[in-house]
């Protein structure tokens, strides 16, 4: 089932940084991406999704650049805050499937 | 706005018992929905999604005999565990979604099951 890998598994970060979360996948029927926030002991939550058609989706401080060629996309997320620790989920999913899911980068951000 | 509530939150049962586990839907159809497992060690592993008015479909190595899902109507899911072992434990999470296309899942904060 491991069709979405995620890289690094965990990244500390200060304040203000930027944090870089790297996604990939091997499906190439894949046409939809979407990031989980989870914190603990709560279900993941959509951060942000980006479509194959596209190369770019940004909201706010968090961007997703995707490379349909190479089956690969990253979160980018500006102006890190302490609040944003937490686990990031990069799946991928197509038509009226479920995602699969990576298996996560868990993000600190230290003030 | 969308919400969706898993019942109950935590549950032990003994080695070789079963489970049922709830998925409620509020402010939206819940036309499908999903049910993973996250185990402490491993991401999210798909069990099955079940779309209203269509055959559940079973991921490689869950079965309907192990992990039977009921989805009755568009607000409410449920999944039992049948005879549950150490290997059954870790939080079981369901998503749903109105549509059958990509779109956004609305997760719960999950089951989490311990088995003694």
């Known amino acids: 089932q491991q069709q979405v890998r995620q890289s690094p598994q965990s990244l500390t970060v200060w304040e203000g940084e930027t944090a870089i979360l790297n996604c990939s996948y091997e499906?190439?029927?894949?046409?939809?991406f979407p990031w989980y926030q989870q914190f603990p002991g709560e279900g993941p939550a959509l951060l942000i999704a980006i479509r194959s058609v596209s190369d770019k989706k940004e909201d706010g401080r968090f961007t997703i650049f995707f490379n349909k060629r190479e089956k690969k996309l990253s979160l980018h997320i500006t102006d890190s805050q302490p609040g944003d620790s937490a686990t990031y989920f990069c799946a991928a999913n197509n038509n009226n499937n479920a995602p699969r899911f990576g298996a996560g980068t868990k993000l600190s951000v230290k003030p | 706005g969308a919400l969706v509530y898993q019942y109950p939150r935590r549950t032990i049962c003994k080695s070789g018992t079963s489970m049922r586990m709830e998925c409620q839907a509020v402010g939206f159809q819940a036309t499908s929905v999903a049910w993973y497992r996250q185990s402490p060690q491993k991401t999210f592993e798909l069990i099955a999604l079940s779309t209203v008015n269509s055959a559940i479909k079973y991921e490689q190595n869950f079965t309907q005999e192990k992990f039977p899902i009921s989805h009755p109507n568009l607000s409410f899911s449920s999944m039992t565990v049948l005879n549950a072992y150490l290997e059954d434990r870790g939080l079981y999470l369901c998503g749903a979604r109105s549509g059958t296309g990509p779109e956004r899942l609305f997760f719960g904060h999950g089951t989490k099951l311990s088995v003694l």
């Open positions: 499906n190439s029927a894949f046409d939809y």
